[in-house]
């Protein structure tokens, strides 16, 4: 896979996670809703911290604004090294599947970080009102951006029965998360390596060019033999 294919397929990705986050940010109000199947619904949440919504001062004895800077940063860095990891894997001419999951991983990193680093400038808040793109009020400030999260699957949405220790009467909804297009991208490269790891992980076939194909499937008939 060229490195022209690559910088396509990622910067596809990028248009449709910034578009579709623009989009609600600036169409939703925080909470807002919209069921398309009994299955799926668009609901716009924010993401302040990491996966899950988990915040690093959750675990770490730090302010809520210092924990979301540190993560921002963190991801900067992450994101740099996954952007290096990938140019090395093409200049080396890796298998296309391995190079394929790792530019969808690159590109949901990116578009998530674009959030942390830049939509505290654009937009202004969103609670009990639509945001304003290029507001002259924005919610926060450079690195403290909120991810923007809005596919929403709650495929099963019931009550455990009565008689089930510990959990009967609770509500039991799959599937819980609510992320977006750049979380779906970082799951689908991550997905690949999994399934496909023989694939992208395999030893690449060398063919010495000083000899014809037909010597060189024949030499490999010879050897089987």
């Known amino acids: 896979m060229s490195i022209k294919k690559s910088l ?22 925080l909470g807002e809703s919209v069921a398309i199947f009994d299955w799926f619904k668009i609901l ?6 990491a996966a899950w919504g988990a915040k690093l ?9 210092t924990g979301k800077l540190i993560l921002t940063i963190f991801r900067l860095f992450a994101i740099a090294g996954i952007g290096y990891w990938l140019f090395d894997l093409i200049k080396k001419k ?14 949901g990193a990116l578009g998530n970080i674009i959030d942390s680093v830049f939509y505290g400038l654009l937009f202004d808040h969103s609670g009990h009102q639509v945001a304003t793109l290029f507001s002259n009020e924005p919610y926060g400030s450079l690195f403290y951006g909120k991810v ?16 089930v220790p510990h959990f009967g009467g609770k509500n039991f909804r799959f599937f819980e998360p609510v992320f977006n297009i750049a979380d779906m991208a970082i799951s689908t490269g991550v997905g690949i390596l999994i399934v496909f790891n023989k694939k992208a992980f395999g030893p690449k076939k060398e063919i ?5 194909m037909s010597e060189t499937d024949a030499s490999q008939d010879l050897e089987k033999e």
């Open 148 to 163: 923007v999260d809005m596919l929403y699957f709650p495929m099963i949405d019931t009550t455990w029965p009565e008689w």
């Open 94 to 107: 890796v298998s296309s599947t391995y190079i394929l999951a790792v530019s969808f991983i690159f590109a």
């Open 8 to 29: 396509l397929l990622i910067l596809f990705i990028l248009v449709i996670d910034q578009w579709s986050k623009i989009y609600i940010k600036t169409s939703f109000v």
């Open 208 to 212: 010495d060019p000083e000899i014809p």
């Open 44 to 49: 716009f949440i924010e993401n302040e911290g």
């Open 57 to 65: 001062s959750d675990v770490l004895p730090v302010s809520d604004s």
